[in-house]
């Protein structure tokens, strides 16, 4: 079940399918997306561009770097659950 995870083209669908969603969230997201929330209300915002195109942007950068860490496949992973995040907070 887990070698998957380790297989080398994994990381690479994995960013692909980040920078699809980000793609096509971004027609249907509003212009500022929440990234903090104090007592219930947000009170810190970035544009549409910033808070869906970063992770997958890093994601892009660390795949690479991935030739000389794998720590790099790991923070993909990591980053991946951040933009399926990131995707659920642009469209509350």
Request: overall charge positive.
């Amino acid at each position: 079940m887990i070698k998957f995870l380790f297989d080398p083209k994994t990381p690479v669908m994995v960013t692909a399918l980040a920078l699809l969603a980000a793609m096509i969230a971004v027609w249907f997201s509003p212009s500022e997306i929440p990234i903090h929330f104090m007592n219930g209300h947000a009170d810190r915002f970035v544009s549409k561009w910033i808070g869906l195109f970063s992770s997958p942007g890093i994601m892009l950068l660390l795949l690479w770097i991935r030739k000389w860490s794998d720590t790099a496949v790991w923070i993909i992973y990591v980053l991946a659950l951040l933009q399926i995040f990131m995707l659920w907070v642009a469209f509350i």
